[in-house]
């Protein structure tokens, strides 16, 4: 079973940025892909942003060229810069990994994150 801790949501003004970290309980080394979602109030959960074991990353094109996502594997973590924030990035962001062998999926917790005008 594989426990993963979120952090760093919180309020931010328009143009501001904040990082998520995303930490699980053992090795991220068998994780692949990882993956960031949001989902916004009355609408379904959105993917956002994946990395891939070798680093291969692919965005949303509502945030390509402003939120990065990195892994550490070191750290056993992943994070999302995200910067220039947008109202319309207002929204509870998980993030979530695959293990390809047995398939397991696993999601954090949640992290709320606002951006206010």
């Known amino acids: 079973q594989v426990q993963l801790v979120q952090s760093g949501g919180g309020f931010v003004q328009v143009g501001g940025s904040l990082r998520l970290s995303c930490v699980a309980s053992?090795?991220?080394?068998?994780?692949?892909?990882m993956r960031w979602y949001r989902q916004a109030p009355g609408k379904q959960r959105e993917l956002i942003a994946s990395?891939?074991?070798?680093?291969?990353?692919n965005y949303a094109d509502s945030v390509k060229g402003r939120f990065t996502i990195s892994r550490e594997d070191a750290n056993n973590a992943m994070y999302l810069q995200m910067n220039n924030l947008k109202p319309e990035d207002t929204a509870v962001y998980y993030c979530?990994?695959?293990?390809?062998?047995?398939?397991?999926?696993?999601w954090g917790h949640g992290t709320q994150v606002t951006v206010s005008s």
């Open positions: 979530n990994v695959i293990i390809p062998k047995p398939p397991q999926e696993y």
């Open positions: 053992g090795s991220i080394l068998t994780f692949n892909p």
């Open positions: 990395i891939t074991r070798g680093g291969f990353t």
